[in-house]
């Protein structure tokens, strides 16, 4: 089993990464830059569950992360379109 403060280390650095991209959606030049840190944002959530998951030791987490995967993978297609459908104008 890895340690505690293995754990402890994993959440600070996830953290500090969505932090940043936190940084990029807000401050970010484009929409198309938003949206990418929109997606990385999701997947370090996504990240962070599943070792959330590993570290309390109950599995039902690991299924709540697939479920949100499959919605921000439908969302960030969706937010795809109508961004290439607004640039085409």
């Given at each position: 089993m890895?340690?505690s403060y293995?754990?402890?280390?994993?959440?600070?650095?996830?953290g500090?990464?969505?932090l940043?991209t936190?940084y990029?959606?807000?401050?970010?030049?484009?929409i198309?830059?938003?949206?990418?840190?929109?997606d990385a944002?999701?997947?370090?959530?996504?990240a962070?569950m599943?070792i959330w998951?590993?570290?309390?030791?109950r599995?039902?987490y690991?299924?709540?992360?697939?479920?949100?995967?499959?919605?921000?993978?439908?969302?960030?297609v969706?937010l795809?379109?109508?961004?290439?459908?607004?640039?085409k104008?």
């Amino acid at each position: 089993m890895i340690e505690s403060y293995v754990y402890d280390i994993i959440y600070i650095v996830l953290g500090f990464i969505f932090l940043l991209t936190l940084y990029r959606l807000v401050v970010g030049p484009s929409i198309p830059d938003r949206a990418m840190s929109l997606d990385a944002g999701t997947n370090l959530l996504i990240a962070g569950m599943v070792i959330w998951a590993l570290d309390s030791g109950r599995g039902i987490y690991i299924d709540v992360a697939i479920v949100y995967a499959i919605l921000a993978f439908v969302g960030v297609v969706a937010l795809a379109r109508y961004i290439e459908g607004r640039v085409k104008e």
